[in-house]
């Protein structure tokens, strides 16, 4: 069975609607909701990578060195 893409109805600003509109005339978005929608994935995208990358692998030795000292680790 095909999955359908489902949609919601969000409203913005009128002003920044607009805004939005004459961005991207000329562009490849065919939609006000096609721009809106790319910048939320890639705003998205950046949260999520910034989340995965919280703890570089020296800062994560250095909490198990931590909790080995204070005996949680063994």
Known sequence: MKEENKFTTI???TPLAEKIKKRIKGTGFTSLSS???YVLREVLSGTEEE???AFSKEDE???KDRLRSLG???
Do not use: M
């Open 51 to 53: 989340q995965e990358e």
């Open 35 to 37: 721009y809106v929608t």
């Open 72 to 74: 949680y680790l063994d």
């Open 61 to 63: 030795e250095r909490v």
């Open 11 to 13: 409203s913005i600003p």
